[in-house]
């Protein structure tokens, strides 16, 4: 839910008044309307409509957007929704993995570049180091770092995990979004925005379980071999028609096989695919599709799944 702008309004109208030095009085940038800048942001209908009244009020306040905490899966707009808030602002988009800034002195020195209207992304913000954290806490609620002020910007932090955020630094986002997965329509008017055919977006996205980058990744190979078409182009990637790839079907087979809970380790090692991926891409298709489950013993093969396998299998 949103939450009350009154404290807000009363810091940054406050701080407004008092005399900036030059570079903090205008934006670098000229903003643009949120229509505008967000007319090829795709899907997020009801993100949008939330964010596009706090971003309207803010600007009807004289000030910015304040803090806001973006959650949601990998591939559902986060990066892409920060960037189009600073156009929206007039201010740069300054992306930082969290898991990379390793010292309170590189906090600081982000701290300090920070320009009016800026937009800020920590991306994967729970991985932030407690003490990296605390540098971040009185800027984010009083604009001011070491007795200095600093100019309105936007901290978004993007996570997967917002459990995991200390309470302190949960507490000074004054915005909280969930981002939701994305549709096949989605995922399709995507790349046909970006110039790719409709028919050739449609059998994509039934292929990229929903996720934009995928999507995006096949429509580039696809450009790069045209004449052959989208159907021959999926065949030679050995990727069938809801989107399952070699590796799927490692994983697949094995636990058909093995037919009892594994760990992950364990799958890991007998397919040969790296822990990350198996967890970050196939693990999560595989069980958006209904056709593997975790268990507290490990992970095993669904009723549904067997009988993928089983009729793929019946097909060589």
């Not at 803090?67 to 988009?93: D, I, N, S, V, W």
């Not at 009988?307 to 299998?313: G, Q, S």
Request: hydrophobic share 35%; with cysteine; proline share 4%.
């Amino acid at each position: 839910m949103l939450k009350d702008w009154e404290h807000d309004y009363k810091l940054l109208t406050s701080y407004q008044r008092e005399p900036l030095p030059e570079r903090y009085k205008k934006p670098r940038i000229e903003a643009m309307s949120f229509s505008e800048a967000f007319k090829d942001y795709v899907g997020q209908p009801r993100f949008k409509y939330f964010l596009n009244n706090s971003v309207e009020k803010a600007k009807s306040g004289g000030t910015v957007l304040h803090h806001c905490l973006f959650y949601g899966p990998a591939g559902t707009g986060k990066t892409e929704a920060a960037k189009c808030l600073a156009k929206c602002q007039g201010g740069r988009f300054i992306y930082k993995k969290a898991s990379e800034i390793s010292s309170s002195k590189q906090a600081i020195k982000i701290i300090k570049s920070i320009q009016l209207g800026d937009v800020l992304l920590l991306d994967e913000i729970h991985s932030l180091k407690t003490r990296v954290a605390e540098s971040f806490y009185s800027v984010m609620q009083d604009l001011e770092f070491e007795n200095e002020k600093v100019p309105p910007f936007t901290l978004i932090g993007a996570t997967t995990s917002g459990g995991k955020l200390p309470k302190p630094l949960l507490e000074r986002f004054i915005h909280s979004f969930t981002m939701e997965p994305y549709t096949d329509e989605d995922i399709s008017s995507l790349l046909v925005k970006k110039g790719t055919p409709l028919y050739v977006s449609q059998e994509i996205s039934k292929r990229s379980f929903r996720n934009p980058r995928i999507a995006i990744n096949y429509s580039i190979k696809y450009s790069e071999n045209e004449e052959n078409g989208i159907l021959d182009m999926f065949k030679r990637l050995e990727v069938d028609d809801i989107g399952i790839t070699e590796n799927h079907m490692k994983v697949l087979m094995y636990l058909f096989e093995f037919d009892r809970p594994v760990g992950f380790e364990t799958i890991s090692f007998h397919t040969g695919i790296d822990v990350h991926d198996l967890s970050n891409i196939y693990e999560k298709n595989l069980i958006e599709l209904g056709f593997i489950e975790r268990t507290p013993k490990g992970r095993v093969l669904t009723g549904k799944g067997r009988k993928f396998v089983k009729e793929k299998e019946s097909k060589k």
